[in-house]
Every structure is written in C-alpha cells, then in structure tokens.
C-alpha cells in the first residue's frame, strides 16, 4: 500500500511530536514514518533513559513521579530545540502546562487515541511503566489526560484496531498537506 521512491528524501520544517496514553503507538509510528521518509526520530523516554544512565522505573522509584517529570520537562525543551525531529513523548507529557506550552509553540502535536484495554494489549512488558501496573487505574489516568491530549494536538488519529504502517501514512499525509514534511530541495 506504500509506494516510496527508494531516493525520495523529505525533511521536517519543524519538530512533530506524538503525544498520547500509553500503548497509543507513538514510538512505533514515529519510527516506521522515520524509516520510510528518511527523517530523524527519537523517543524522548529512550533519550531519557541515556542521559540519566537509569530506566525510568527507577528514577520513579529514587525520585518519584514529580523528580520524573522535572527531568522529562528538561529533555523535552533540549529536544524541541535540535533541528527538527519525529519526537515520541512519553504518555504524561501533557501533564506540566509548561511542557504543553513548549508543545505548542515549539511543533506540530499528533495525538494517537487508544482505548486503554487495546493499550494494555499492546503492551508487552508493563513492568517497565510504573502507571500502568493496574487497569481501572490506568482507566481513570487516561480519562483525566484526554482534555489535555486535545488542548495540544494539532490533529488526533484513532488507532482503534490498526496497525502502525496504516497509521503512518495517514500521519504522513497530513504532515505534507500542512507543509511540515516536504520533500527535500536537490
Ligand atoms: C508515562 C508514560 C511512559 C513513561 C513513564 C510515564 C505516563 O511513556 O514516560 O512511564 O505518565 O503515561 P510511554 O507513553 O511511552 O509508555
């Protein structure tokens, strides 16, 4: 269904970040559009995770959640500020107004619904998220955050029963039409 010049190359006229719950899809979609237009992407936990040499379920559990999001605040503007990149937020990016501020003045904010039970499908090791170790509690997180997820996006894309090539290129061509993805000059 993708038909790609293989010597097609794009670039990003301004950093895209993909905002949603857990298991939305964000890291995988990022990638796969990454891949396939030959931009550069990078998951804001994984860079976080590098900068602090820790995984986050200890920094949750050395520091609590507010230490967390102080530091995902910090790599959020460092990575808002590189020349533009496909950037996966983490889930509670949206919590801070300070980081929805940067969201919105800094890029242009995809937010990939998902129904919290599809979310937890998807999630292979839920170990490795500390706010999604119980179900109605996740439930209650999600709905709380959807008011937020909204304020922010530019455009929200279901993913209700997809998969991720179909939701990329669906983001793909809303990125070309609003002109943030264009093919690269020669
Ligand atoms: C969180 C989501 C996680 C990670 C951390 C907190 C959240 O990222 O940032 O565990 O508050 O929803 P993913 O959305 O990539 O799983």
């Given amino acids: 269904m993708w038909v790609t010049d293989e010597n097609e190359r794009f670039e990003l006229t301004r950093p895209v970040f993909f905002i ?3 298991g939305a899809g964000k890291s995988s979609v990022a990638r796969r559009l990454a891949r396939v237009c030959g931009v550069g992407s990078v998951d804001a936990d994984v860079y976080l995770e590098r900068r602090e040499g820790k995984r986050i379920k200890r920094i949750f559990e050395e520091m609590g959640e507010e230490g967390f999001r102080a530091i995902e605040t910090d790599v959020l503007r460092e990575l808002s500020e590189k020349p533009p990149l496909l950037i996966s937020c983490g889930g ?5 107004p ?13 937010h990939l619904e998902v129904d919290v039970d599809e979310a937890r499908g998807r999630i292979s090791d839920v170990s490795t998220r500390p706010l999604f170790q119980d179900v109605e509690a996740a439930r209650a997180l999600a709905a709380n955050r959807l008011p937020l997820y909204t304020e922010v996006a530019d455009v929200s894309i279901s993913t209700a029963g997809r998969r991720v090539p179909a939701i990329a ?18």
Avoid at 169 to 186: H, M, N, S, T
């Fill in 20 to 22: 949603g719950f857990m």
């Fill in 92 to 96: 509670g990016i949206v919590m801070r």
């Fill in 98 to 110: 300070e980081n929805r501020d940067i969201l919105k003045s800094s890029g242009f904010v995809v």
């Fill in 169 to 186: 290129y669906e983001v793909r061509g809303i990125l070309e039409k609003e002109g943030v993805l264009c093919p690269q000059q020669k």
